[in-house]
């Protein structure tokens, strides 16, 4: 599983919020950012995995692009195809690189209401 002990959806969305809206965090904006995008990935694969582990235990031990794959099977596929796409986008949001300018405060924004949203969903 994606989770760690004491780590909850909850507290991570409250995280990315957090990091979002409270410039004293003690970070660079741009730090900040991908702390929330790195929060809010995290959110959604513990959301993946449960979605996975109710539906077919031990499939949540696979790779995460595996469980995005794999989910289409287990959910609405309108759902699967947001998932996958708002995950791909975290991914490249929580990476440094050099050459590249990190999210902005409003591409993260979006994810966070997408986030919110599937999380929503994939926990009913």
């Known amino acids: 599983m994606t989770s760690t002990p004491g780590a909850s959806i909850d507290e991570l969305l409250l995280t990315a919020d957090r990091l979002l809206s409270d410039p004293s965090v003690g ?13 809010l990935r995290t959110a959604l694969e513990i959301a993946v995995d449960h979605t996975l582990e109710a539906a077919a235990p031990g499939l949540a031990a696979v790779t995460t692009r595996a469980k995005m794959l794999c989910l289409r099977c287990y959910t609405v596929a309108t759902t699967a195809r947001r998932a996958n796409a708002v995950w791909s986008h975290l991914c ?18 979006t ?7 599937l999380v929503t969903e994939l926990t009913r």
């Open 111 to 117: 994810w966070r209401a997408e986030v919110g949203e």
């Open 27 to 39: 970070a660079t904006a741009a730090g900040r950012h991908r702390g929330a995008s790195l929060a």
């Open 92 to 109: 490249l949001g929580c990476h440094y690189h050099q050459y590249e300018i990190g999210p902005t405060k409003d591409q993260v924004r």
